[in-house]
């Protein structure tokens, strides 16, 4: 039987999403910016933060694999769909919804520099510092977390409690069978 157990409650998510909104907004003034998110676990937080942006935007989204074993991330970092949107000469927020070992984050930040960004950060509402293999700079965190599996708000454990409006760790997962195919 897997457990959940209440990690960050939906109020304290809205509270954060609105103060990362916030600055975000005062950092780009009126800057036209793409919002970038990463499929499949950014996209709640996404349609959270754009709605309390008061800026000009356009919204795209890339697709990558990156934990293709069970609560573990793998090394390898595959894109599996760019944006549509022109990038060039373009302010880009890539929108996270965890940065781990932070090489999805390291990928991404490259690509959209290859591609001939102006600028790019990133905004991931959850850090897991603890297992850090890189050392990509985060410009925008929400919380800072421990070393838990975490789901609910778009994050996913099988593809599973992607809908819970707070953000719950999970014990009790059993990896063979319960392997990970998160974004791909
Ligand atoms: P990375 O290890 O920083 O490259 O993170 C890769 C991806 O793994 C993140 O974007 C998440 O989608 C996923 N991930 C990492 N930790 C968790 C977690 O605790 N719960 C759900 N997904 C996670
Ligand atoms: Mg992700």
């Known amino acids: 039987m897997t ?24 950092d780009y003034k009126n800057q036209p910016l793409l919002v970038v998110g990463a499929l499949n676990g950014s996209f709640v937080f996404l349609s959270d933060l754009i709605r309390r942006m008061n800026l000009p935007i356009q919204v795209d989204f890339i697709r990558l694999s990156s934990y293709d074993a069970a609560l573990k991330s793998s090394g390898d ?40 960004a102006a600028t790019v950060s990133i905004c991931s509402l959850l850090d897991k510092p603890a297992r850090r293999l890189t050392s990509v700079t985060v410009e925008y965190v929400g919380f800072e977390v421990p070393d838990q599996f975490l789901v609910g708000y778009g994050l996913d454990y099988n593809q599973q409690y992607r809908e819970l409006r707070d953000i719950y760790s999970i014990e009790g997962v059993v990896d063979s069978g319960g392997r990970v195919t998160e974004d791909i």
């Not at 157990?5 to 916030?22: D, F, G, H, K």
């Not at 990038?87 to 690509?111: C, H, M, P, S, W």
Request: aromatic content about 4%.
């Open 77 to 116: 970092v595959r894109l599996h769909h760019g944006v549509r949107t022109p990038v060039v000469g373009k302010n880009v927020l890539v929108v996270e919804d965890i940065v781990d070992t932070g090489l999805t984050a390291q990928f991404i930040r490259k690509y959209f520099e290859e591609e001939g």
């Open 3 to 26: 457990n959940l157990r209440l990690a960050i409650s939906e109020e304290e998510i809205q509270e954060c999403v609105e103060r990362l909104a916030r600055l975000i907004q005062a």
